[in-house]
């Protein structure tokens, strides 16, 4: 079965460096997302991404966040500059359609920032 | 916010039992969705409920939906060891242009053998 892949699983970065997250969407879905749960808390959307743009995104998502889809296939998430509380696991999704369509995940990528 | 909040926070209890847990959410949705997540992993979806349902099946899966409660309510029957994880409830509101699904804070499962 397809399945969402996310590299690296984790990633220790120093305080104020940048970090690029990677995940390869499984091949026909056309709407990807990511999620952060800091350690045993809630999964929180960070934002969704359809047709090469940002179709939603939540209060986290700052100005130090950005997506990008380079290519056909891989789907990423940048940190410019990481502090301290960016530290958490980072899901990628990917759905085939905009709703009524579940979300299939990735196993995540531990960020930690020291 | 359409979030939704699992009840109880956590749940333990013995091999073969069932295990029912609870969903409550604010806003309308277009239809409420199960994850489970085993430890240091993913979610997985387990179920899909459409707004204009109101029960699903699958396999030892049992969800119900009460839209004018705002609660929907995921049942294991015949718990395993395996069952143990967190379970969360998801609401979709992508219809209407809001693009996302939002996670509640879920409920942790623990089975005891």
């Known amino acids: 079965e397809p399945e969402v892949t996310q590299t690296p699983s984790h990633q220790v970065t120093q305080m104020g460096q940048e970090v690029i997250l990677r995940c390869v969407p499984i091949?026909?879905?056309?709407?990807f997302y990511w999620y952060r749960q800091i350690l045993g808390q809630k999964v929180e959307f960070l934002v969704s991404?359809?047709?090469?743009?940002?179709?939603?995104k939540s209060e986290i998502f700052d100005d130090q966040f950005s997506v990008e889809r380079p290519d056909g296939s891989n789907f990423t998430l940048k940190i410019r500059s990481t502090k301290l509380e960016d530290s958490a696991m980072y899901f990628c999704?990917?759905?085939?359609?905009?709703?009524?369509?579940?979300?299939?995940f990735g196993n995540g990528t531990r960020l930690t920032v020291t | 916010s359409q979030q939704g909040e699992e009840d109880p926070q956590a749940l333990s209890i013995q091999e073969g039992e069932n295990a029912t847990m609870n969903c409550s959410y604010k806003?309308?949705?277009?239809?409420l969705q199960w994850y489970r997540q085993n430890s240091g992993r993913g979610l997985v979806h387990l179920i899909l409920?459409?707004?204009?349902?109101r029960e699903k099946h699958s396999g030892r899966l049992r969800v119900t939906l009460d839209t004018s409660k705002k609660s929907s309510s995921l049942l294991i029957t015949a718990s395993r060891a395996a069952d143990t994880a967190s379970y969360f409830c998801a609401t979709d509101g992508r219809l209407n242009r809001d693009d996302k699904i939002i996670f509640g804070k879920g409920t942790r499962l623990h089975i005891l053998p």
């Open positions: 091949s026909n879905h056309l709407y």
């Open positions: 806003t309308s949705i277009n239809n």
């Open positions: 991404f359809y047709n090469n743009e940002i179709s939603e």
């Open positions: 409920i459409r707004s204009n349902e």
């Open positions: 999704a990917s759905s085939y359609r905009s709703y009524n369509s579940p979300l299939h």
